[in-house]
């Protein structure tokens, strides 16, 4: 078993690897904040959908992943921003656009893990932890 330093990094990963891997699906280590990412990645629609399983120990996130015509991923890129040893904070009027408008970026905040528009239609900024596209 490995120490994982940023559980964010590594779910992004994961995803981004199976998606160009053309795999149907994901398991993920279970925690809050990475079934909130999930969350957010299915009612975006960048995912199909998603299953927590319960186990003996913190759970695993089953993600489904989603293509587009000719079996091309719908995501394609997943960034982290905000890092352990460099935490990236923006207000809400700050916070950066994703591929114009086309992709989303998760922040959170005091309300919980929003996206970018949410942010802006809220008034409230906080920690930008991924870009989606």
């Known amino acids: 078993m490995s120490v994982v330093t940023d559980p964010v990094a590594d779910?992004?990963?994961?995803i981004r690897n199976a998606s160009r891997a053309g795999h149907e699906q994901v398991d993920i280590p279970g925690s809050q904040l990475k079934l909130g990412?999930?969350?957010?990645?299915?009612?975006?629609?960048?995912?199909?959908?998603?299953q927590f399983i319960q186990d003996e120990t913190q759970g695993v996130i089953r993600v489904f992943l989603k293509y587009g015509a000719k079996r091309q991923p719908v995501?394609?890129?997943?960034?982290?921003?905000?890092?352990?040893?460099?935490?990236i904070y923006s207000g809400a009027g700050e916070i950066p656009r994703v591929q114009n408008g086309m992709g989303i970026a998760i922040v959170s905040t005091s309300r919980g893990l929003l996206t970018d528009r949410e942010c802006r239609q809220n008034h409230v900024g906080?920690?930008?932890?991924?870009n989606v596209w």
């Open 75 to 87: 995501l394609t890129q997943l960034q982290r921003i905000s890092k352990p040893g460099l935490r």
């Open 11 to 14: 779910l992004l990963t994961r």
């Open 37 to 50: 990412i999930v969350k957010i990645l299915a009612r975006e629609k960048f995912v199909r959908g998603y």
């Open 126 to 130: 906080g920690e930008v932890l991924c």
